[in-house]
């Protein structure tokens, strides 16, 4: 394999002992010689080098350009793995099998992303299988961040020849758990820069008729609501920016788009069209495909322009994430989908994010 890259990132910058295992920078390229970067600590994305129309190649990720910065990142899940449990659970608590578990606060006054030592603030196990595949391998312990279960899961990067970067995840326990797995990759189309431009002008579409409304600590109210007649409907193509800051309740509850969409689906579990996202300026597309039942779309509300890899700062609203996962508080709500996991199954999931480009202006 090649030592040379084009991102710019040096994999001396990325070794380190950290929690008695040995952190790196793995390189996927695919036979257009173009790039996806990694680093098995909290399995972060650090580059996606891809072209805009007129063939220029730019990284459209977030990420730092060493482990020191990825560890201590004012953002602690910036396109990391999150789980056991993606998004929030209301309070922290929620019962299965009549026995009631307490998880870590961390985000008011809810448990958010599998807690503040989930698996983003862990080192994986690492195997690069080939040029365009790496392997990971985390094990959460029987109650780590207080869920229960030893959960075993295998979260799977494969970067192909039409620049599809596949994310495919296998878990099993060995105790009755809840699990949500998700990659919170931010994703800069125009690619980053100093600063970063802003995603507002971003064309969006989203293939969801219904959304999940939050209260004001971002729990779900229990509703699902359609999107029709809201700054929430994206089934034909807005401008992120368009209703951003609508004078509407739920914008103003995630301080702009940080909401669960639920996709359409034939069946559950059937991997299929969940968003599209189109950056103007240089041509770039991303397809977001999914076998999971909702996608987490935030715009980024909380970056105050901190600084990133190669020189790039990030300031608000200059990313956006498509977090594929089950719903919000799922373990809480019985009438969402299942999050549950049993001995005996595997938990399995499989998200493409697929980076195109169109040549003429819309």
């Known amino acids: 394999m090649s030592t040379e890259n084009i991102c710019g990132l040096k994999k001396e910058n990325f070794q380190a002992e950290v929690q008695g295992k040995q952190t790196d920078l793995f390189i996927l390229k ?17 580059a996606i080098m891809v072209p805009d129309r ?28 999150i789980g056991r449990y993606g998004n929030r659970i209301c309070k922290g608590k929620f019962t299965l099998e009549d026995k009631e578990y307490a998880l870590a606060i961390n985000n008011g006054p809810n448990s958010l992303h599998g807690g503040p030592t989930g698996c983003h603030a862990r080192v994986w196990d690492a195997e690069q299988t080939d040029g365009q595949t790496l392997s990971l391998h985390y094990v959460f312990a ?10 075993e899961m295998n979260a799977i990067y494969k970067f192909t020849n039409e620049n599809e970067l ?15 797995m998700t990659n919170h990759g ?6 980053i820069a100093n600063p970063t431009p802003t995603i507002e002008k971003l064309q969006c579409q989203i293939n969801a008729d219904f959304f999940i409304p939050i209260d004001n600590t971002s729990i779900p109210t229990g509703e699902i609501r359609s999107v029709k007649g809201t700054p929430f409907d994206f089934t034909t193509p807005h401008e992120v ?30 991997l299929s069209f969940a968003a599209k996202i189109y950056e103007p300026s240089s ?24 600084k990133g890899q190669l020189g790039a700062t990030f300031p608000r609203r200059s990313a956006i994430c498509f977090e594929a996962q089950h719903f919000p508080d799922s373990p809480n709500r019985p009438y969402f989908p299942s999050v549950v996991l049993k001995p005996g199954e595997t938990y399995t999931q499989k998200t493409i994010y697929k980076f195109g480009v169109e040549q003429t202006e819309q």
């Open 30 to 46: 695919n036979d257009k010689g173009y790039e996806v970067a990694i680093t098995n600590y909290g399995g972060a994305l650090v």
């Open 54 to 81: 007129n063939g220029k190649i730019a990284n459209v990720v977030q990420g730092h350009d060493n482990i020191q910065e990825v560890i201590s990142s004012p953002e602690p899940f910036l396109s990391t793995l």
């Open 142 to 151: 029987d109650g780590e961040e207080g869920f229960p279960g030893k959960l």
């Open 166 to 180: 596949i994310i495919e995840y296998r878990g099993t326990t060995d105790k009755t758990t809840v699990v949500n």
């Open 186 to 191: 931010f994703f800069s189309l125009a690619g």
């Open 241 to 270: 920016g368009e209703r951003i800051d609508a004078d509407d309740e739920q914008t103003k509850n995630g301080a702009g788009y940080d909401h669960c969409f639920v996709l359409n689906k034939k069946e559950p579990g059937e």
């Open 283 to 306: 041509g770039r597309t991303m397809e977001v495909y999914t076998t999971e039942p909702g996608v987490q779309v935030y715009t980024d509300n909380w970056a105050d322009g901190y």
